[in-house]
């Protein structure tokens, strides 16, 4: 069984990483992007097959390892 | 429109970030994970309203900056 956790920084929290890519790419002459905000995904391979299960185990871990509840909201998929 | 790019790893490609966090899992006390894979999600909010010139534009900037696709695969999902 398989888990995506996608992490990505809260509204209003400054994404320097981001915007470093929003500038790169206007040097490089792509003038469409308004914003461009940089987050991690996390796939992960799980031996379980109760899907229940799985996704409360992946819950526990992005609140204790995966993310940084303060400054990051995730998302999980199980699949 | 919103553009998104997930850019990760090729397979066989080693992954000292994901294998990282499967060891910080493990002592944490989560033996349920096979393996982890880390890769990096890219959201690009667009002007344009054009669904093929931005897909096609999205996919220059993957080839061109996003990724490096010696290493990395990526895949757009245009929203």
Excluded: W
């Amino acid at each position: 069984m398989k888990a995506i956790v996608n992490v990505f920084l809260k509204e209003g929290v400054l994404d320097p990483q981001g915007k470093a890519v929003h500038h790169a790419l206007a040097s490089l002459g792509f003038n469409d992007t308004k914003d461009v905000r940089v987050g991690k995904q996390i796939v992960l391979e799980l031996t379980t097959t109760d899907m229940a299960k799985a996704e409360a185990e992946v819950k526990e871990m992005c609140e204790t390892l995966l993310a940084n509840t303060v400054i990051e909201d995730y998302s999980i998929e199980i699949a």
